[in-house]
């Protein structure tokens, strides 16, 4: 294994424990502190594992050309990602309209780390050098706990927000 595969298998522990929580949540109904517990540890989790891998991976590969568009992507990905779980968390856990949001950013996540572990990882590996590795392993997992010490559910609905 390169290390670059090692950096990319990190990556992948997280989301398959985001996958455990989701199926979690989903057995979930009405308001309970089980549903309130697990949202706000999925996205706590989240909100840090993304902020982690822009600040980690991402930064580097928007830097290199063939990897930049991608990347804007991907990052797009992470503020609607956040628009969906603040908006979640703004909505009555016990009306039909919670569920309802929670599936759709259940499969719109699922999407985007399929999508980042099928399509994006392999093609990243091709563009890391020694120094970017190093780089990536310093910064994730330092950057991941501290993003985590700070991460915060923030309740608003959608199209509430300042734009
Ligand atoms: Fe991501
Ligand atoms: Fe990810």
Do not use: C
Not at 44 to 54: D, I, N, Q, R, W
Not at 56 to 70: E, I, N, Q
Request: without cysteine.
């Amino acid at each position: 294994m390169t290390d670059a595969q090692g950096i990319f298998k990190r990556l992948k522990e997280d989301h398959d424990h985001h996958r455990e929580l989701l199926d979690q949540m989903a057995d979930t109904s009405g308001e309970t502190e089980h549903r309130k517990e697990l949202l706000e540890k999925f996205t706590k989790e989240v909100k840090s594992h993304a902020a982690a891998e822009e600040q980690a991976l991402y930064s580097t590969m928007m830097r290199k050309p063939p990897t930049t568009d991608d990347t804007r992507h991907s990052v797009a990905e992470h503020h609607e990602l956040n628009e969906a779980l603040n908006d979640l968390a703004a909505t009555d856990m016990s009306s039909s309209a919670w569920m309802a949001k929670f599936k759709q950013l259940d499969h719109d996540y699922r999407h985007h780390i399929e999508e980042e572990e099928e399509d994006h990882f392999p093609d990243f590996e091709k563009h890391l050098d020694d120094n970017d590795v190093a780089h990536i392993e310093k910064v994730f997992d330092r950057r991941k706990k501290e993003e985590k010490a700070g991460a915060e559910v923030t309740p608003e609905a959608k199209g509430e927000g300042k734009e």
